[in-house]
Antibody, heavy 122, light 106 residues
Framework: EVQLVQSGAEVKKPGESLKISCEAS????????IGWVRQMPGKGLEWMGI????????RYSPSFKGQVTISADKSFNIAFLQWSSLKASDTAMYYC???????????????WGQGTLVTVSS | EIVLTQSPGTLSLSPGGRATLSCRAS?????LAWYQHKLGQAPRLLIY???SRATGIPDRFSGSGSGTDFTLTISRLEPEDFAVYYC?????????FGQGTKVEIK
């Protein structure tokens, strides 16, 4: 059974760094793209970016390029989303999700994590 | 960037009713998906390739359309179908979502 289990909720101050995780199981981690989706409070879903754990090829939406870093540790089947300096506007729920098919990255997300709530407040 | 506009914003219907959700793109889309999102849960893939149901999705959910106009139809609403629905285009970069349609109990 495919499962994506995300790390727990975080409360941080502006300017702090943060790395959240998504542990994958039940499939070949290195052969499927995995990505991140943001949902700000009361808002819709936003596609942030994806990574191919097999070779760490990473693609970002222009809105998020330079704002976050997506990485993966294929030894432990974990994907990460990190910030070097958080802002209040980073407050949101973040979901990890797997692309539906191995191969090309023009795919929908078929399996999703439960979400990690990140709150940034002074 | 392809902008997806969903309508209506909210749909108020009774269980057993038929829901018709629209997703209109600012330019032609090659690949479109629909997701269901309930409060406190992860989104769920319903439809991909505009009209193919994802694994385990009941046949009361159907998708249609091409080019710039797409539709998600729920033929007979079950209590568990009341949720927010998003369309997403994944055929070009950046991938984008619509703003969502909330299907609520009338």
């Amino acid at each position: 059974e495919v499962q994506l289990v995300q790390s727990g909720a975080e409360v941080k101050k502006p300017g702090e760094s943060l790395k959240i995780s998504c542990e994958a199981s039940g499939y070949s981690f290195i052969t499927y793209w995995i990505g991140w989706v943001r949902q700000m409070p009361g808002k819709g879903l936003e596609w942030m970016g994806i990574i191919y754990p097999g070779d760490s090829d990473t693609r970002y939406s222009p809105s998020f390029k330079g704002q976050v870093t997506i990485s993966a540790d294929k030894s432990f089947n974990i994907a990460f989303l990190q910030w070097s300096s958080l802002k209040a506007s980073d407050t949101a729920m973040y979901y990890c999700a797997r692309l539906q098919s191995s191969g090309n990255f023009y795919q929908p997300f078929d399996y999703w994590g439960q979400g990690t709530l990140v709150t940034v407040s002074s | 960037e392809i902008v997806l506009t969903q309508s209506p914003g909210t749909l108020s219907l009774s269980p057993g009713g038929r829901a018709t959700l629209s997703c209109r793109a600012s330019q032609s889309v090659s690949q479109l998906a629909w997701y269901q999102h309930k409060l406190g849960q992860a989104p769920r893939l319903l439809i991909y390739g505009a009209s193919s149901r994802a694994t385990g999705i009941p046949d009361r959910f159907s998708g249609s359309g091409s080019g710039t106009d797409f539709t998600l139809t729920i033929s007979r609403l079950e209590p568990e179908d009341f949720a927010v629905y998003y369309c997403q285009q994944y055929g070009s970069s950046p991938r984008t979502f619509g703003q969502g349609t909330k299907v609520e109990i009338k």
